[in-house]
């Protein structure tokens, strides 16, 4: 990590088995942002709901290393196939997190490891 970024305290990763609440807080077919408050630090992701399975990233695109929603939750295009930085206009893949369209063709979002257990959305 570097200076710049330990000095804002932003991390890129997360323990597992931390609880981040019910499925049902996100419906099918959309995104949730989390931000969770670990020690002095910050971690910014959001988690995809596709039916009973999700899935997770860090909340930073390849392309110019910024949060990729400007507005709260509204990661994934109209239709819900892709998700959009909605700075550049990159989308990438849901399943993989790999951008086929826009700045950064090739590069992938930074996984966050999650899953769906007993209804509930924990970090894996």
């Known amino acids: 990590m570097n200076d710049d970024v330990a000095a804002l305290g932003r991390i890129w990763s997360t323990r597992a088995g931390i609880d981040l609440g019910p499925l049902d807080l996100i419906p099918d077919g959309k995104a949730r942002s989390y931000v969770l408050q670990i020690g002095a630090a910050r971690f910014h992701g959001f988690v995809v709901r596709k039916g009973e399975a999700v899935v997770g990233y860090v909340d930073r ?7 990729l929603a400007q507005a709260l939750d509204q990661y994934l295009t109209p239709d819900g196939d892709l998700i959009m930085c909605s700075w550049h206009g ?5 399943e993989e997190g790999t951008c086929v369209g826009g700045p950064c063709v090739g590069a992938r979002l930074s996984p966050w490891p999650v899953e769906a257990r007993e209804g509930r959305i924990v970090t894996a």
């Not at 695109?61 to 949060?67: E, I, K, S, V």
């Open 61 to 67: 695109c390849p392309h110019a290393g910024l949060p």
């Open 90 to 94: 990159a989308v990438f893949t849901v």
